[in-house]
């Protein structure tokens, strides 16, 4: 898990120490050369995306975003080595996927990048950038061709009735839980989040170490009401074909930390997401069931540590649903579908450690509630997310999760044959980081920078 982590501090020294004036070098060719050879070996990867004619400077929305805050000198120099951290960071994983036996291998790739990365980013004018923008991840010919403004309208009824079905959920009583899945025990209070932010854009920046700290403090137990095989959280595994499945052996949970700006703050989010084998059908006509199937549980933490919020998604952007945790927070007037809010007070995880009841089968969020003593108890691990996008295939090749389109293919749904119109692309699929769309009316990710004031007045 630390590999990645200690390889950004690498190249973060690296950046400190490089000299601007190296400038007649060969790395702007080796760079584009490597992506051409990338190109021509298929490998793609929806996270990986860059500045135009800046490949060596990585983006995001929330990149994006900042890059419109760096006004002064500092803030400019510190955005080129976040952007130049993300390429690091795709780069690297993305020519762990070429052939050993080809004419750039893995191991000649790394050294360029360790070579270059650094050079390009040394002599990089942040006042000569072009403006940064990532594409939503909705199709709007698909709006077009499918008549959005009148379908949208049509789809009206339908969603109303998800929201009232989804409230009435949290009200319903809970399953009775069957077993738990913990995870490993937190030794103290991890450092506070503002003292992380002591830097020119004043954004929380863990290293390795308190990273998996602030991870462990704040991670949910998880509930569920059966054992059968398709209700437990698994690590993502691929065949000698790259198809993927889930295996039940190993229980873990992919993390991820995350930003968002919220009333002039930039707040540190940690991502965790479960994957479970299926979705089973309930019946043939059902569109919702299919291979794959997980939550991600995200928390909003404020400055001193404390929890402002949670939110949780399904991987197909779908069933985005809020947990105010700060009494003072009021649901602002969303536009478009609205994610669903938790009704009932929630515990700060800061101080005690929460428990998520989830549906049989569906994997909905029914319950928040604490961890029982008496219950059947496994644990489970922390996996960097990333891992899904270089994982080892069992033919000794090494392949992705993910298509070029940032969707898993094997997990496709059936309700994309009649959601379409509504803009999201193969509709139920699960999706990686920085795909999920998460309303049909209107336009909405789970990333998005702002997301935080959006919800909340």
Request: glycine fraction near 6%.
């Amino acid at each position: 898990m630390y590999a990645i982590h200690t390889a950004r501090t690498v190249l973060l020294l690296m950046l400190l120490w490089v000299p601007a004036a190296q400038a007649n070098t060969d790395c702007e060719e080796g760079y584009f050369a490597l992506q051409q050879t990338l190109k021509q070996a298929g490998i793609e990867d929806a996270q990986a995306q860059t500045l135009p004619e800046h490949p060596h400077l990585g983006i995001n929305r929330w990149l994006a975003y900042l890059q419109q805050q760096a006004e002064t000198p500092a803030q400019q120099q510190q955005w080129i080595r976040l952007a130049t951290e993300k390429a690091w960071q795709d780069q690297s994983l993305m020519i762990q996927r070429l052939p050993p036996e080809g004419n750039v291998t893995p191991a000649a790739a790394m050294a360029l990048l360790q070579r270059c990365l650094p050079i390009l980013a040394a002599r990089t004018d942040f006042t000569q950038l072009p403006e940064a923008s990532v594409p939503d991840s909705y199709a709007t010919w698909l709006r077009a061709v499918g008549i959005y403004p009148l379908t949208a309208w049509l789809a009206t009824g339908s969603i109303n009735n998800y929201h009232q079905e989804m409230s009435a959920r949290f009200s319903q009583p809970a399953p009775k839980p069957q077993r738990q899945y913990v995870p490993p025990t937190a030794v103290g209070f991890p450092v506070a989040p503002s003292s992380l932010s002591e830097n020119p854009l004043q954004i929380p920046l863990p290293n390795a170490m308190q990273r998996q700290a602030l991870l462990l403090n704040y991670a949910p137990v998880l509930m569920v009401a059966d054992e059968q095989p398709w209700n437990q959280p698994g690590r993502i595994e691929l065949n000698e074909n790259g198809d993927p499945a889930v295996y039940t052996r190993e229980h873990v949970s992919y993390t991820w930390i995350s930003w968002t700006r919220y009333r002039e703050q930039n707040l540190l989010q940690l991502n965790y997401q479960f994957w479970f084998s299926e979705r089973p059908k309930s019946s043939w006509l059902d569109g919702y069931g299919g291979e794959l199937d997980g939550l991600i549980w995200r928390v909003t933490l404020k400055p001193d540590g404390r929890v402002l919020y949670y939110d949780s998604i399904h991987p197909c952007g779908c069933y985005h649903k809020v947990y105010p945790v700060e009494p003072t927070l009021k649901q602002a007037a969303i536009e478009g579908d609205k994610p669903v809010f938790y009704p009932h007070p929630v515990a700060d995880a800061y101080e005690q450690r929460i428990s998520l009841m989830l549906a049989p089968d569906t994997h909905y969020v029914v319950r928040i509630g604490s961890a029982e003593e008496q219950l059947p108890t496994d644990s489970y691990g922390f996996v960097d997310a990333d891992s899904l996008r270089a994982l080892p295939r069992r033919d000794g090749q090494v392949g992705s999760l993910f298509n070029g389109n940032g969707l898993v293919p094997e997990s496709k749904r059936g309700e994309r044959w009649y959601l379409w119109p509504m803009g999201v692309p193969s509709a139920g699929a699960m999706r990686q980081p920085g795909e999920h769309a998460i309303a049909f009316k209107g336009r909405r990710h789970f990333d998005e920078p702002t997301l935080t004031d959006i919800l909340f007045e």
